[in-house]
């Protein structure tokens, strides 16, 4: 158990329609990352966020946005949606201090796009 | 930028066998490099990392890695493999910005490890 903590574990949605996947870090950890993992495009950095601020963008699209609130929960929320963005999305945190740039993931949220 | 490679999408051994599964780096900065191994229906689990220092780095369940500057590469091996290592595995290089934009990994294709009994 990485102590991240992914919701749902599970979505199954139609085109067009919007969802919410949540994640909370690890205690005590402030940062936040959200990756996307699909067959054809693997593991793809979607953004970081850091202390509630927004500090890296990756190939996150238009139509997904993200945040992070003041108890370090974080938020990914998908809209639009399109068969392509049926994929598994990972929550991942890691430990403030000295950089080592090592992440704790969960889980992820399968979400499947019909 | 990072990027990272990793050679043979599929490797499939022997129990007891030796594992070597590929992974060579391009980063414009002294890298931190990592391997994640991701179970079926799991997430990303820390291996071993590279930060500084020793360039030979051990890491959990008998597995280590080699970073060799020269040659760009961080390949992972165990010396006997055994059934419970069947998994995917996952090089990944950070890009060590700095402050606290630290720590985005940037990860390879990942590569299938089979092994037979």
């Known amino acids: 158990d990485s102590g991240v903590t992914q919701t749902p574990k599970h979505l199954i949605t139609a085109t067009g329609q919007r969802v919410t996947l949540r994640c909370s870090p690890r205690?005590?950890?402030?940062?936040v990352y959200w990756y996307q993992q699909s067959l054809d495009q693997g593991l793809q950095f979607l953004i970081h966020y850091y202390n509630g601020e927004e500090r890296a963008k990756g190939n996150i699209l238009e139509r997904f946005s993200a945040q992070q609130f003041p108890d370090l929960h974080s938020e990914l929320n998908l809209s639009s949606l399109e068969l392509g963005d049926s994929a598994l999305y990972f929550c991942a945190s890691s430990p403030t201090g000295p950089v080592t740039g090592e992440l704790f993931f969960g889980e992820g949220s399968r979400l499947t796009v019909l | 930028a990072q990027s990272v490679t990793q050679l043979g999408s599929h490797v499939s051994v022997s129990e007891g066998a030796l594992v070597l599964l590929r992974c060579n780096y391009s980063s414009s900065v002294p890298p931190y490099l990592f391997w994640y191994v991701q179970y079926p229906n799991q997430g990303l689990q820390l291996l071993l990392k590279?930060?500084?220092?020793?360039?030979l780095v051990k890491g959990i369940n008998g597995f280590e890695a080699e970073f060799k500057k020269s040659e760009t590469s961080f390949h992972l091996t165990k010396p006997s493999a055994h059934m419970s290592d069947a998994a995917e595995y996952f090089c990944a290089v950070s890009d060590r910005a700095g402050g606290t934009s630290y720590g985005k990994l940037t990860f390879g294709q990942g590569t299938i490890l089979t092994v037979h009994p």
């Open positions: 590279y930060t500084t220092g020793a360039t």
């Open positions: 205690s005590g950890d402030l940062s």
